[in-house]
């Protein structure tokens, strides 16, 4: 388990109310503990799955290369066909030229019985290209399976905290207060002193 307060959780499983039933609490860790099972199987059937896509990965890899041999051998004998055909025409009608058109005829015939091979083990190799990414999908939607029961877990264990009236969550570091700021200074000014002249009678 990833969330410590899940084990915090699960010492309540055997809690039980007045009535002898299993309690919130018990309930939520019940809940917890189920999908903790879930979590654990996913990640076996995980592993399992993963080693697929590793075997198949390796499979389609040589497969691969030995469809570029073969496809490099194909042209070889297509080049070698023309060769003698061409050789051939150009010799005349003798015993020779019998020889090379013969020759060409039988290259042309491996090349039609090649490519019926080379066609059918390109099909084996894309077979395998789909289930290998199909296998892969697998993998990916597998671990997002594992992601949500986790998340579903770790909600369940936040709603415990409220049920059992504790904070189960690692208490956060409190920030240092900076030092206070003091508030600007009012100055008050002294009202101005009018004086008032009189005038003299005259």
Do not use: C, W
């Not at 007045?18 to 917890?32: D, F, L």
């Amino acid at each position: 388990m990833i969330d410590p307060r899940f084990k915090e959780v699960l010492e309540f499983i055997e809690e039980r109310d007045e009535n002898g039933e299993p309690s919130v609490r018990a309930k939520i860790a019940i809940k917890i503990q189920a999908y903790a099972q879930d979590v654990d199987d996913l990640r076996k059937e995980l592993v399992g799955i993963e080693d697929e896509v590793s075997d198949l990965q390796v499979s389609v890899d040589a497969q691969s290369i030995a469809l570029h041999e073969q496809s490099e051998r194909k042209t070889d004998l297509v080049t070698e066909a023309q060769d003698a055909a061409v050789r051939a025409a150009m010799s005349g009608s003798g015993a020779g030229s019998a020889r090379l058109r013969k020759m060409a005829q039988s290259t042309r015939d491996r090349i039609t019985e090649f490519t019926k091979d080379f066609e059918e083990e390109a099909n084996r190799v894309a077979q395998l290209q789909i289930t290998l990414d199909a296998k892969k999908q697998a993998v990916k939607d597998q671990r997002s399976m594992i992601v949500r029961r986790l998340n579903t877990m770790s909600s369940l264990a936040d709603r415990a905290g409220v049920e059992f009236g504790i904070e189960l969550t690692a208490p956060q570091p409190q920030a240092q207060s900076g030092p206070r700021a003091t508030a600007p200074r009012v100055v008050r000014r002294r009202p101005r002193r009018v004086r008032v002249r009189r005038r003299r009678a005259s």
